[in-house]
């Protein structure tokens, strides 16, 4: 009698154990349906709306209009988020307290490194190249005759500090 006691027992937390376990695996699998999934072509992203060009992450500049992709910059997370920067724009030497990788989804940027915009250090990066925002190091860009789409992945929280005060556009509002 023991035996078959004993027997249902492990019957009973088994079943709930498997019961928990797809309760939890069903729970995973919709939240990754519902915010996991991304697909965006070269014209979805063309199309994007900006959230805020003085949203976390972004240079404050009205000629940079910033997309939050996922997450949000302002929290310790991954994001993603994308950058549209107008034609003729120069974006003065800033640093950013986060590592971020960015890609160059279209148009030529011009990227720099240093404590001050310097077009004889600026690499010029068509569409594919890859470059590093490496965490409270100072950079610039610039464009040229065409806008510039720019996809950034950083570890947040994230934000703008510039070289220069005066060259942040916020201190001019």
Known sequence: MKRNSFKNAIKKVLQLTIAVVLLFCTLIASAQQKDGQLRLTKQDIMNLKSNDPKAPGSSNLSAV??????????KAAFYTIIIKVAPHTKIPAH???DER????????WYFGYGDKFDESKLKELPAGSIYSEVKNQNHFAMTGDEPVIVAITGYGPSGVAYVNPDDDPLKHK
């Open 65 to 74: 209009q910033e997309f939050v992709i996922a997450s949000d910059p302002s």
């Open 95 to 97: 640093l950013h307290p």
């Open 101 to 108: 990788m960015a890609t160059v989804i279209s148009g030529t």
